[in-house]
């Protein structure tokens, strides 16, 4: 079994910045990739971003490339989402996820999540 625990959310003015931490423990060699979703109220979890943990090879979410960075710290085995220029449309609850094998948008392919950590952003 794998523990992912994420950390960071807040309330945040628009156009400022946050980072969520994600840190996984337990069977974590049986994980290939790490991921971030969202998933606001009333809507459907979103792929945000997702991180190989060897090579660290990144994927962005249409919504969020150019403004979100996903990045790994392999011996604390810790991912993190640097956010900035944040909007009002970014507020969600946001999960950490994992999986072996290569990655993809839909949630359901994953096995792992996190509790979640909420992340509001004010206008």
């Known amino acids: 079994q794998v523990q992912l625990v994420e950390s960071g959310g807040g309330l945040v003015q628009a156009g400022g910045s946050l980072r969520l931490s994600c840190a996984a423990s337990g069977a974590t060699v049986s994980t290939n990739v790490m991921a971030w979703f969202r998933q606001a109220p009333g809507k459907e979890r979103e792929f945000a971003a997702a991180?190989?943990?060897?090579?660290?090879?990144?994927y962005y979410g249409d919504s969020v490339r150019g403004r979100f960075t996903i990045s790994r710290d392999i011996p604390k085995n810790t991912v993190y989402l640097q956010m900035d220029s944040l909007k009002p449309e970014d507020t969600a609850v946001y999960y950490c996820a994992a999986r072996q094998g290569g990655w993809y948008t839909d949630p359901s392919l994953y096995n792992y999540w996190g509790q979640g950590t909420q992340v509001t952003v004010s206008s």
């Open positions: 991180i190989s943990w060897v090579g660290g090879s990144k």
